[in-house]
Structures are given as C-alpha cells and as structure tokens.
C-alpha cells in the first residue's frame, strides 16, 4: 500500500523544493557573474593591495563565529576552482543550513585576477542590472571600506526581499581587496537590513582570511 503524505509533510516538501531551486538559480547567478567578470581582457589596470594565491582550504574562510551568528547549523561545501588562465582563478565554496522552514546559506565567489578593478567594476554592474531585479525593494550603495577592515579597497552592496522565496531577504555584496574579488550572497528571515549587515560581516570576515 503506498502511503499517504499529510497536507503539512507536502507543505513542507513543497518549501524545501522552492528553496532549493531558488539557492541553485542564485548559485548559477553568481557563477556567470564570476566568469563574465574573469573574461575582461580589455584594461591594463593593476590590482594593487595584497596578491593572494588559490586557497588550499576554502572551507575556513568564514569563521565559526560568524557562522554561528549568521548561518548557524550550516556546513561548507567546496566546489572544483576554475582557472581561465594562470592569472584568473575562482573558487566557489558554500555554507548551507538544513532547515525545513527557514534555510539560511552564504554562497561565495572568489575571483583572484590581476586586473581586478576591471572584474570588480562587471561584478558591480552585474548587481546593478540583474541582481537587484530579484529583489523586492532592493537598496543598493556603496560600502565605506572602513566597515570591512583594513584590507578591502571597493565594496558595493544590493540588499532587499526575495522574490521568488516569501519572508526571506537577502543580502549580496561585492569586494576588491588587492588582486581579489570577493562576491557574497547571505539569506536572512528577519529582515533586507538584516540581510546587507550579514554580507557585510562574512565579507569582511572572509576577507581577512584570505592567505
């Protein structure tokens, strides 16, 4: 006998699936973005600042305490870099909680690229002309680099409602910090301010971790 799932199981079933497909549209979002940006061969700018190299573990560039904070309960999946060339590497790691009613996950864009004021002025049109529109109320402003440390030199930052998940917020916020460029997502259920505070914590965090 096949069994029956009650209305509030399906309910549920029904909001996780949303939630997945929607993480995976941003996830893709965020990876065209990076390779789009990676793909300016046009300028001669010098990146200045500090010239990291590919991270050998990704998974420690946010730290516990932010997690705790922010994404509590989440795990780090790492993803394969991708190299267009010697000079343009991205790496994408991911942290996700597994909440049925409130999911929360920080996704992450690494760029390191010698030209990136280049990469970093696409990944900001990027936020500008697509990302804001998945947004509901979206605000959009530059960030004071004093909010991010000492090492951050460019930072912009779109927050706002989701669209396509009810009660959610998101916040998403692109970084220059010498040679990278650091592209940020974090999802909040309380509220689009709370949303731009937390990419701007982890952004933050996640930069003075780099190496």
Request: aromatic share 6%; glycine share 6%; hydrophobic share 45%.
């Amino acid at each position: 006998m096949n069994a029956v799932m009650s209305p509030a199981k399906q309910g549920q079933s029904r909001q996780r699936w949303v939630w997945i497909v929607a993480s995976v549209a941003v996830v893709a979002a965020v990876a065209a973005g990076a390779v789009f940006a990676l793909r300016d061969g046009n300028s001669d700018d010098a990146a200045g600042g500090t010239t990291y190299r590919q991270q050998t573990d990704e998974c420690v560039l946010v730290s516990a305490a932010v997690l705790t904070r922010y994404v509590p309960g989440a795990t780090c999946k790492r993803t394969p870099s991708m190299t267009i060339n010697p000079d343009e590497i991205t790496q994408t790691p991911s942290w996700t909680s597994d909440s049925l009613t409130h999911p929360t996950s920080i996704q992450a864009v690494l760029r390191l690229v010698s030209k990136s004021p280049s990469a970093y002025s696409r990944a900001k049109a990027s936020l500008v002309d697509v990302y804001q529109q998945q947004l509901t109320g979206a605000v959009t402003a530059d960030v004071a680099t004093a909010e991010l440390g000492p090492l951050a030199q460019e930072a912009f930052v779109v927050s706002g409602a989701s669209k396509s998940i009810p009660g959610r917020s998101d916040g998403r916020i692109v970084v220059r910090a010498g040679n990278a460029v650091v592209d940020i997502v974090v999802t909040d259920w309380t509220s689009a301010t709370g949303a731009e505070a937390a990419a701007k914590a982890v952004a933050a965090d996640f930069i003075s971790n780099l190496r």
